[in-house]
Nanobody
Framework: QVQFVESGGGLVHTGGSLRLACAAS????????MGWYRQAPGKERELVASISSAGSSTNYADSVKGRFTISRDNAKNTAYLQMNNLKPEDTAVYYCRTTRYALSYWGQGTQVTVSS
């Protein structure tokens, strides 16, 4: 079945960097777009960035443009989110997601905490 294992979260100071990874299994990873989402306490889950199946097209939330970069390595079945110049408002649980045959699949999430 479709599974994601996210890693790379942690605690950093304002201005620091983290690289999240989402390792996928159970489906043809290279055929599907991927997205990174986040959910802060008391807030709705929001889309942070998305990438097309081949990696040729990306989109970002306005709040992270110029600071975050989404990428993927289809040979490794892994999607990444490079996060630079982190701010306290980036604190959240980060999830990867894909939609396959109209069903959404989510990872378990990884916590990112940015201290001021």
């Amino acid at each position: 079945q479709v599974q994601f294992v996210e890693s790379g979260g942690g605690l950093v100071h304002t201005g620091g960097s983290l690289r999240l990874a989402c390792a996928a299994s159970g489906f043809t990873f290279s055929s599907y777009a991927m997205g990174w989402y986040r959910q802060a306490p008391g807030k709705e889950r929001e889309l942070v960035a998305s990438i097309s199946s081949a990696g040729s097209s990306t989109n970002y939330a306005d709040s992270v443009k110029g600071r975050f970069t989404i990428s993927r390595d289809n040979a490794k079945n892994t999607a990444y989110l490079q996060m630079n110049n982190l701010k306290p408002e980036d604190t959240a649980v980060y999830y990867c997601r894909t939609t396959r045959y109209a069903l959404s699949y989510w990872g378990q999430g990884t916590q990112v905490t940015v201290s001021s």
